[in-house]
């Protein structure tokens, strides 16, 4: 199969068409497995892989995929922390939200608003939430009430299709401000938690941060704080405990990804016929070579947060792509493209002496042959 994707700018294609093309692809039997705030997270941070926003936009279960294609990832949560989790949450969340409202300073949670946010569908939720947004509002500015959203639904464009995002709560205040709050079950030890997940928290919130946005704008007086409430449970015990962190850096560099992603209507029409990634109607070969048809942007970074990720893996490094070392090694290697192409010019075999990748290349060659040859290892 070939494809070629960079020629002129994308096909209009009616929303419709779009959705059951998409649908086409996903397969008849699957039903759309939706895109949360942290896989749109993980899709910001490689805007340039194709196959993930194509996947992703399709609805496509990438874990069910990579099962079918002979390479399951190890990614996701625990059963176990899936479980603590939800358990934490329900705690914070009791009795009306009391204990996280008193973590954000409301002392009398007797007047507190938490309005009903059910309805049918995502499309329905999303615009309940819209609503309750927009009526705490007034009532922020009438009364001086508070209101707490549990789970909301927020809506974002993400490369021309929708993605609806569930954080776990908005919190109204009288003055106008929305903040959204993240709970995780990770512990905060001694006043510190693990940099690595407190990063990945910040970057699901700005996805909600930046959704959140989009109601605000047509919401009179109404502000969404570019600070988030994380609540974590404190030590080793079950009790919350909150800290605000600032979203801004995230924010702008999610906002600034998700304006870069590729349209998915462009990816989709680019595909050659006979494309699927249908798991009940394809065998694995077939999967296969609908997979390589659409162009990945393999980073190792990406074994932390997608799951094609050791088939991505496997195919960077049988094909020797230089991407396969890491994003910085493929961007200090310049026109260096291929593992076997950067070994023949450190052996001087190939490459211009003058670029300096070769050069650098060459001296850390000579360097290493040193080294052994000291160590008698020639
Ligand atoms: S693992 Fe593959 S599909 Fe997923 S983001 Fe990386 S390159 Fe793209």
Known sequence: MSTSLDSGPPPQVPATALRQRLAELRGPSAAPHPLDARALAALAANPGCRRRALLDGAGVDKAVLAQALGSPGAFGQSQFAFMRGHAFEARVKADRGAELLK??????????????????????????TALALREAAAAGARDGAWTLLDHPMLALDVAGSPAYLEPDAVVVHPDGRWTVV???????????????????AARQSAVYVL???????????????????????????????????????????????????IRIDAIAAALPDGVSFDVEGCSAGELTASVEAVPAAYAPECLAACELAFHCRERARTSGAVESLGRSARGELGGLTAVPDILAAARGESGDPADPAVAALRRAASLRAEALEAAGCR
Do not use: Y
Request: aromatic content about 2%; some cysteine; hydrophobic content about 40%.
């Open 103 to 128: 973590l954000l300073g409301v002392e009398d949670t007797r007047q507190v608003q938490v309005p009903d946010l059910s309805a049918a569908g995502p499309e329905g939720r999303t615009a309940r």
């Open 211 to 261: 959704a959140l946005e989009r109601v605000a704008e047509r919401t009179a007086g109404a502000r969404v704080s570019h600070s988030v409430l994380l609540v974590c449970p404190k030590d080793f015990s079950n009790l919350p405990v909150a800290s605000v962190v600032d979203v801004r850096k995230q924010l702008s560099v999610t906002r600034r990804q998700l304006t870069r992603l």
């Open 182 to 200: 993240e709970i995780k079950s990770f512990p905060v030890i001694d006043g510190s938690a693990d940099p690595s997940k407190v990063g990945a």
